[in-house]
């Protein structure tokens, strides 16, 4: 399910984020644009989305395959700081824009098994300061969270659409839908 963004001012319901690249735990952008921001994070699943290399980040695009991510939930108080945030980094300008990156859209992504980790991901234990990693089932929680596989509806950036052609024309795809910088969480 794709719905287009409906303004995301005042009003506008706080949804989660997902994302699946620099916005990832010891990625440089993490820690630049989230820490303190967040009060859940945990692993997450993008469905009917691949994932295409781009110039030192990655774009998601509409597909038959899956994009791993996380799921990150705003800290209270700092939702639309956050929103702006991402918007700028994503040099997303509003619905449709033509010079979009990225477009936001709401999407349903998935939840592993709550206490089931991914191969090559860990969840991370529980903290009680704001921006820290939250228990698996507190990210993105709702009456369904809990449920393996539940879907969560999320904000999520997509290439826009130029970008999509050209992706689709003479992108290189990542296999398996993992993005990954080669570098070790943490380092710099």
């Known amino acids: 399910m794709t719905t287009s963004d409906p303004g995301g001012g005042p009003g506008a319901a706080e949804l989660p984020f997902f994302v699946y690249g620099t916005l990832l735990p010891g990625e440089p952008n993490h820690d630049l644009f989230l820490r303190g921001r967040t009060a859940g994070e945990r692993p997450a699943v993008l469905p009917r989305a691949l994932l295409y290399e781009g110039p030192g980040y990655p774009y998601a ?11 990150l939930v705003a800290a209270p108080g700092v939702y639309g700081e956050l929103l702006g945030l991402l918007d700028h980094l994503e040099e997303y300008l ?3 824009h033509p ?3 990225y477009e936001r859209v709401v999407r349903e992504v998935e939840l592993p098994a709550r206490g089931a980790a991914e191969p090559g ?3 991370a234990p529980r903290e009680s300061g704001p921006g820290e990693h939250l228990a698996p089932r507190e990210a993105g929680e709702s009456a369904a969270a809990g ?4 879907p969560v509806r ?11 052609r050209s992706l689709r024309t003479g992108g290189v795809l990542i296999p398996e839908g993992r993005w990954t910088t080669g570098r070790a969480p943490g380092s710099s």
């Not at 695009?61 to 799921?71: A, D, P, Q």
């Not at 449920?147 to 539940?150: D, I, N």
């Not at 999320?154 to 999509?164: E, G, N, P, S």
Request: hydrophobic fraction near 45%; glycine fraction near 18%; charge should be neutral.
């Open 147 to 150: 449920q393996p596989g539940a």
């Open 61 to 71: 695009i509409e597909g038959h395959g899956r994009v791993h991510g996380m799921l």
């Open 99 to 101: 010079r979009n990156l």
């Open 121 to 123: 991901e860990t969840l």
């Open 154 to 164: 999320a904000w999520v950036y997509l290439a826009a659409t130029a970008v999509t």
């Open 94 to 96: 509003g619905p449709g």
